[in-house]
């Protein structure tokens, strides 16, 4: 489980950002952070994946998950 | 069975955990978050012993400050409703019941709803209700904010640094609230306030291309890449049963209390914004989180339970 690759589109101010940072380092897992207020890049490719400009959205393995959702993580994990 | 749940973890909720612990009473938070709207705001300079922090590290603190005692935490769970049956609490989740013998109310609101075409459909397309959350990612772009009060200036203040132009949209004839937040406000360069307009609708293709808007009696397009709502708060309470009536609430839905954050049923405590408190402040919600724990005290020490 700690090989699939997680992306996670984040803010610096977002609490809900924070928060799911939090519970990936709190079970071990590496993630790639992509900060889409400094990255344009990073951005426009949250946008496309996930088709809406809130944030988190995370990408694991390409299952996209928009927002803190504890339970979609844990699936896509496992 | 707790002494005491406290249903929601903002500046309210919090304070009353901590009051709770300091009177060693088993005591359970449920909350969908931390530090509530105050963990949203921007830049907080009237928390008395703080000059200036932010939102999100002032909720760090009061985290920080409740995890110091031995107090209960059911992170991300909601409290659906709340019944009451003889003398006993059962606040229900999403994953169960649980007893207490009092209850704090302290779940606060959420943001109120401008109700006018494109709102819900472009939510989260350029139109968000989270400055602090959803900002950055309008870098270098036009923004429109929508309301007249303290939280459109948060956010336009948020916003001044991180968007090219920011159009702030107030009904009224002026801007009102905190005289330094309207000063600096009126000193950025790049916000346009539109006083006396009416926002009618939010439009664009997959995402927001712009609003229309009717200023000073014409009506006309602004374009616009995002769409900040800041039109102030709902009370957000849950539902609760009692077996002889109904919890009351204000013409506003806010849980009805006296002086002492007492509610129409004994034992059931509200603070914090989710109640018929006048002023919405981070403040104020604190000081009733305070006021509500220590009813609860007394409350329990009087009654006689087994």
Not at chain 2, 239 to 257: N, Q, T, Y
């Amino acid at each position: 489980m700690a090989d699939k690759k997680v992306m996670v589109y984040s803010t610096p101010t977002c609490p809900w950002c924070k928060k799911t940072k939090e519970y990936l380092n709190s079970k071990g897992i590496e993630y790639e952070n992509l900060d889409v207020g400094g990255n344009q890049e990073a951005a426009q490719e949250m946008i496309k994946k996930s088709g809406q400009m809130g944030v988190p959205v995370l990408d694991i393995e390409g299952k996209i998950i928009i927002g803190f959702d504890q339970k979609a993580i844990d699936e896509a994990l496992a | 069975m707790f002494d005491l749940i406290v249903c929601g973890a903002g500046p309210a909720g919090i304070t009353a955990a901590v009051y709770a612990a300091r009177q060693n009473l088993k005591t359970l938070v449920i909350s969908e978050n931390i530090g509530g709207q105050a963990a949203l705001s921007g830049d907080i300079e009237n928390y008395t012993g703080f000059q200036f922090i932010t939102g999100p590290n002032l909720a760090k603190h009061f985290e920080d400050h409740l995890r110091h005692f031995d107090v209960e935490l059911n992170e991300n769970q909601s409290v659906s409703s709340i019944e009451k049956k003889s003398d006993l609490f059962r606040v229900n989740t999403g994953e169960g019941s649980i007893k207490s013998r009092t209850v704090v109310v302290a779940t606060g609101g959420k943001p109120r709803r401008l109700g006018i075409p494109g709102e819900a459909e472009f939510k989260n397309k350029g139109l968000t209700y989270c400055a602090i959350c959803d900002g950055p990612i309008f870098s270098g772009k036009e923004v429109a904010v929508v309301g007249g009060g303290n939280s459109a200036l948060d956010a336009t203040l948020q916003l001044t640094g991180i968007a090219s132009k920011v159009h702030l949209i107030t009904l009224n004839r002026e801007i009102t609230g905190d005289s330094i937040m309207i000063g600096k406000v009126g000193n950025s360069d790049n916000v346009e306030i539109h006083s006396n307009t009416k926002t009618l609708e939010v439009f664009g293709e997959t995402f927001v291309s712009g609003i229309k808007v009717e200023e000073s009696g014409s009506e006309k397009n602004l374009d616009v890449q995002g769409v900040f709502i800041e039109i102030g708060w709902v009370p957000n309470p849950p539902k609760v049963k009692f077996e002889s009536g109904e919890i009351l609430l204000d013409k506003g839905g806010a849980i009805k209390i006296n002086e002492h954050c007492e509610t129409s049923i004994p034992g059931l405590y509200a603070a914090g914004d989710v109640s018929s408190v006048p002023e919405r402040q981070i403040i104020v919600a604190a000081g009733q989180g305070c006021i509500a724990s220590l009813g609860v005290f007394k409350y329990l020490s009087t009654k006689k339970f087994n």
